[in-house]
């Protein structure tokens, strides 16, 4: 049973290029959260979807950042035009619907980003 | 607004030994979680244990045990019998009770185990 996997785990850009990270949630999971982590620091929520739709963004920037978690396949954070303050490590977390499963939220390794 | 203080930034203790990690919270609700965190040097975010602010009795996980004080809003990890893969940042985490919200996390404390 996989767990959450997000790909890549290390994406390099230079200035004002784009960024698209990958995360596919647990099995049976349709809640999939993302979170930032900057160096030293813990993690800060950006978004948060279900299947279609996008149900709080308020940790996310408004410009250049937009997510999507389509019926069909993974979900996507993408980054336009990245600046050298977008490096950072990227975390995507999902989590089931009901009972207990709806409070634990199940992380994948991260996507690093380093932007040159 | 929810906030997780962690005011350790870093800890050490040696192998087989026990060591205590502090976690504050802030919080007008009744009802909520809260979690532990690991995240070793590969990245990974691993759930260590999780306490419902519901239940009086401290939750355990082999060697891992909280001190949950809900009138002080603390919740301390202690990790007995400490190991080198133990070595670690420790992550205090909450979430509101209706769940499917975000969760907020505290800064990290950095656990070292000396052999």
């Known amino acids: 049973n996989a767990g959450v996997m997000q790909n890549p785990r290390h994406l390099v850009r230079r200035r004002g290029q784009e960024a698209r990270l990958r995360c596919s949630p647990m099995?049976?999971?349709?809640?999939v959260y993302w979170y930032r982590q900057l160096p030293e620091e813990g993690l800060k929520f950006m978004v948060y979807?279900?299947?279609?739709?996008?149900?709080?963004e308020s940790g996310m920037p408004k410009e250049r950042f937009s997510a999507e978690f389509p019926k069909e396949g993974p979900s996507i954070l993408r980054i336009q035009q990245v600046v050298r303050g977008d490096s950072a490590a990227y975390f995507c977390?999902?989590?089931?619907?009901?009972?207990?499963?709806?409070?634990?939220?199940?992380f994948g390794a991260g996507t690093r980003l380093s932007v040159l | 607004a929810q906030t997780v203080t962690q005011s350790q930034p870093e800890m050490s203790v040696q192998e087989a030994e026990t060591v205590t990690l502090s976690c504050t919270y802030d919080?007008?609700?009744?009802?909520?979680?809260l979690f532990w965190y690991k995240q070793p040097p590969s990245r990974q975010m691993i759930l260590v244990i999780r306490?419902?602010?519901?239940?009086?009795q401290n939750a355990t996980e082999n060697r891992f045990s909280v001190n949950f004080q809900k009138a002080a809003k603390s919740f301390s990890l202690k990790i007995s019998d400490s190991q080198l893969g133990d070595t670690a940042m420790y992550f205090c985490?909450?979430?509101?009770?209706?769940?499917?919200?975000?969760?907020?996390f505290g800064k990290g404390t950095r656990l070292s185990v000396i052999a």
């Open positions: 099995k049976g999971h349709s809640h």
């Open positions: 985490a909450f979430i509101y009770y209706s769940g499917n919200t975000p969760l907020v």
């Open positions: 306490q419902e602010a519901y239940k009086q």
């Open positions: 977390a999902s989590s089931g619907t009901s009972g207990v499963v709806k409070n634990i939220q199940y």
């Open positions: 919080t007008s609700e009744s009802n909520y979680y």
């Open positions: 979807l279900q299947k279609e739709n996008i149900i709080d």
